[in-house]
């Protein structure tokens, strides 16, 4: 099977991760030590939390400033309609930012926000 692994800069780890799980995904490793938190989103997706400080030195480059661009939008998949705004409302709870409305397009509904980082997010329903 194929994992995919988002690495994200974060400015703090706990918060980032206490974030995380508010959305109810489950951190299983921690190493606060070392810089990171992984993070189960599903069976087959991780997100690796750094320190700004790791992530640059894995990168060899400045971390994106999230207040004045994005390098991403982290797009998810949810069962229906009802769970993707019930995760945006979750994440707005937990302190992230709303990036609008749902948007409904054919048979894809989609909703954004921005994490505690600043990281743009999606959560979207595909029908049929």
């Known amino acids: 099977m194929t994992m995919t692994f988002i ?8 918060t980032a991760a206490e974030f995380y799980r508010a959305l109810g995904f489950t951190s299983e490793q921690e190493n606060l030590e070392g810089g990171n938190v992984l993070i189960t989103v599903s069976d087959g997706t991780r997100l690796m939390l750094h320190l700004r400080s790791a992530f640059e030195g894995y990168t060899g480059v400045a971390a994106t400033n ?3 661009s994005r390098e991403v ?14 995760l945006v409302d979750r994440a707005v709870v937990a302190g992230g930012v709303s990036v ?26 595909l029908a049929g």
Do not use: K
């Open 73 to 86: 939008i982290v797009g998810l998949s949810a069962q229906s309609r009802e769970r993707v705004d019930e």
């Open 7 to 14: 690495n994200l800069p974060v400015r703090d780890l706990t």
């Open 66 to 68: 999230t207040e004045t």
């Open 100 to 125: 609008g409305p749902g948007v409904a397009n054919g048979s894809m509904y989609m909703r954004g926000f921005r994490d505690i980082d600043g990281h743009q997010w999606s959560f979207l329903h």
